[in-house]
């Protein structure tokens, strides 16, 4: 059994933006227990790409969907882990020459300009193994590791992620309509946020009812986070986001396609849809709230 580090709960301090700091740091000792050493110039180049940086939002939401179900956050933070290696591999390979050709990643060279092209995609080869590698070794029953398992397998595969990544490189066809730009979002971003709510219900061994709540708030919460970058992308600082904006003016976006004021209100309505379905969960619900206000504000 893996002996887990007995802290106090990282979502127990009283501001938002403290517990969202708390889960980060405890998140980052996790990730340092897995990562292997940077020993080589490949395990340097996992370092770079994974640790130090990154709001960590995905893990703040395991987090706090375990809690709603007691789930000690020794465990939820592991499957936190999981999310956050998946989440780097997707920004290292989509930062690749061949996809989104992008020079800047969390305020620092992304990891094919720091390390080479050839590195950074074996980089994302490592990471998604390591990630499977720390669930199969969850101290949970064996039915949970194999649900978090199977359904991590799904929503990163040819028919979740890496669907919305061939749509976005335009290799399925222009995006041309809002259904098209929704099933994009939903696959690019929407779906793993959706896992990193549906993983706090299945720690928590909730009922169907809870578990599709909560991965439709999650479902809810990637569409708003993305209306808001693609905001931020139109509108937003480069300094602030650490990366260049304008990337995405030529495109169809949820900016492009209904303006900055219709986007505003269309985030204020999905953040009031996102609230609705938390419901069930009343008082408990609080840091998942939270965290979707912050989103909003962008
Ligand atoms: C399969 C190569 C491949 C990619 C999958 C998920 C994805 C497609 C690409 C990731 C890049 C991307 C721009 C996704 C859209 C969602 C998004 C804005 C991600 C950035 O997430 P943040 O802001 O990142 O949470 P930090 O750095 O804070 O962790």
Excluded at 29 to 57: F, Q
Excluded at 71 to 93: C, D, G, M, N, Q
Excluded at 112 to 123: D, F, N, Q
Aim: aromatic residues 6%; contains cysteine; hydrophobic residues 40%.
């Amino acid at each position: 059994m893996v002996q887990l580090k007995q802290n106090p709960h990282p979502l127990r301090n009283d501001s938002f933006e403290q517990q969202l700091r708390s889960v980060s740091a405890e998140l980052e000792s996790v990730l340092r227990t897995i990562l292997p050493p940077p020993n080589t110039r490949l395990h340097e180049a996992i370092g770079y790409s994974v640790l130090g940086s990154g709001k960590r939002l995905r893990a703040f939401l395991v987090l706090a969907a375990a809690d709603l179900f007691s789930v000690p956050s020794e465990i939820a933070l592991r499957v936190a882990a999981a999310i956050e290696l998946i989440h780097a591999y997707s920004l290292v390979h989509d930062d690749l020459p061949a996809m989104d050709n992008a020079h800047m990643r969390r305020n620092k060279p992304s990891c094919h300009r720091a390390y080479g092209e050839a590195t950074a995609i074996l980089v994302g080869d490592a990471l998604i193994p390591l990630a499977f590698q720390t669930l199969s070794s969850l101290p949970a029953s064996k039915e949970v590791q194999g649900e978090l398992i199977q359904e991590l397998s799904r929503v990163i595969g040819s028919e979740g992620l890496v669907a919305g990544q061939m749509m976005d490189l335009n290799q399925e066809g222009p995006i041309a309509t809002e259904e098209d730009l929704l099933t994009l979002q939903r696959l690019k971003t929407g779906v793993l946020f959706g896992f990193a709510l549906e993983a706090g219900a299945i720690l928590g061994n909730a009922s169907a009812s809870d578990r599709e709540a909560l991965k439709n708030f999650g479902l809810l919460f990637g569409r708003m986070f993305q209306m808001v970058d693609d905001w931020l992308d139109g509108c937003g600082d480069e300094k602030v986001m650490g990366k260049p904006c304008q990337q995405d003016k030529d495109k169809l976006t949820f900016l492009t396609l209904l303006g900055p004021q219709g986007l505003r209100k269309k985030v204020k309505e999905t953040l009031k849809e996102a609230l609705e379905t938390l419901s069930p969960f009343g008082e408990k619900a609080a840091p998942l709230k939270e965290v979707a206000q912050y989103v909003c504000q962008g």
